[in-house]
Structures are given as C-alpha cells and as structure tokens.
C-alpha cells in the first residue's frame, strides 16, 4: 500500500490535557513537545514510524520531559530543536527569531517566531507554502490557546500582547496545533469577556459537541482566534469596556493595558 505523502498531523494525549503533535508523512516523523515519552513511542511503534526529528517550544516539563528517553529508547542521533536563551536537555540545534530549520524527511521547513509571554524564552514553529502542507500550520506550544493564551509566567502583558499580534499577522487560514486542551474552560471564560459574541456562541457549542464525542477541540485557525479569542481582541471595543468595568480604569491606553486586566482576570476565573 502505498501511505499518502502529504503531511499528516496527529494528537498523541499525554497527562490530563496535552497533546504532543506528531507530523509524519507515513514513513518518517517529528514530534513537538514531547512531555512523556511513553505515548509517543506506542505511537510511533504502531503507525511504523521513524523519529527524525524533535521540536521543542519552550522548557517546561511537560513539554520537554520525554526527550532523553526517547534519544536512549530510538537514536540518540535524532536532532532537537529548541530556544536558544535557555538550556533544554538533548537539544541540538538552539533556535531564536527569523531562523529557518529546513527537515529532509518527513520534507518540511519551519521558520522560527520568538513569542515571549509565557516563558521568556518561548519559541513557535510555523510552516507555509509547500508542495506537501495544505494550509500553514503553526506550532505554538503554550503561548496561544484555542480561545485563551497562557499564563505570563515568566513574560509581561507586553510581551504577550506582541507575540500573538506576530501570529495575528499570519494568514487566516494558518491551522493552529496547540499543546493543551483547555478549549472549554477558555471559552467559559470568553464569555464572560464577550457575551454576544455570536462567533464565540456557536463556537461554544460546537466545541462541547466534540468533547463530549471525546475528539480534539484542535488544531483551530488564526482566523477563528481573531473571531473568539479574547487576548486576540484586546482592540475590540467590547473587550475594552469589560476590562474597564473589571479594573476600575477609565483609560486602559494599549491593547496591553487591556490584555494586562483580562488575564489577571482569567488567572482568578
């Protein structure tokens, strides 16, 4: 049987609520953020595989910790690519903005986004225009979710603010592979930030709907995000009136400002 070249993108679960992306063209693979080694290897054991390649996006461990089992357990030849501006067990190739990271099998190219937020030091992967990659796909890891960004737990609302305007800036159509399944609970939140958001309504429903049949609420699209993510809509004027309300503030001046409120806001949701 011949396998289809194309690019395909599979979820591999790990914990409670991560998924660990696993690009593959039937033959050869990468992983991004592996956590746990255990469900990645089970994965790439019964779909055949050979790991080529590791992508890492930022250190936190359950994104980082599978690494070195993975080298002792296949080849601990297979690259990892990782931030550049702070250690990560295993990593080889270290990684910062405008970088290109060009993989021969399974035949793909990256080019590399520093979205500080997060962590300091966090990094997203984004391919486009190639003959075996049907829409731009974009590999985040915690700095933007489907309906929510993440904790600044190192970085400031400034630099949230910038980095998801770089994603912002990305076709619409670009499909985004985040690293956790937080969908539902995000959008709970959205909605209190936006409710008459239609978007945003119908998005609730249908997420719930694939829930409940146990699928991925992932990827989403740049497109969706501008549409019902909050901290995408920071210009909105019914995001800034809600933080106005929640902070007491009569002028929130920048989109910072008004991300600054809603995230503090969402951290005691």
Known sequence: ????????????????DNYIWCIHDGHSALVVDPGDATPVLQYLSDQKLTLKG?????????HTGGILQLLAALDPKVPVYGPAT???????????????????????TFSV????????????YFANMQANVVEPMLFCGDTLF?????RLFEGTPTQMTQSL????????????????????????FALAVEPNNINLITWAETAAALRQQHLPTLPTTIGQE????PFMRCDQAEVIAVAKNISGEKDLPTPAHVLAVIRAWKDRF
């Open 226 to 229: 501008l549409q019902v993510n």
């Open 1 to 16: 049987m011949v396998k289809n070249t194309l690019l395909q993108v599979w979820p591999i679960p790990a914990f409670d």
């Open 146 to 150: 489907a309906s929510g960004c993440g």
């Open 86 to 108: 702070i250690d990560i067990p295993g990593r080889t190739h270290a990684l910062m903005e405008g970088d290109k990271i060009e993989i021969a099998a399974p035949r793909i």
């Open 165 to 188: 305007a770089k994603f912002a800036a990305l076709p619409k159509n670009t499909l985004v592979y985040c690293t956790h399944e937080y969908t539902l609970s995000n959008i709970r």
């Open 54 to 62: 590791i992508l890492i996006t930022h250190h936190h461990a359950d």
């Open 113 to 124: 986004n520093e979205v500080p937020g997060h962590t300091l030091s966090h990094i997203a």
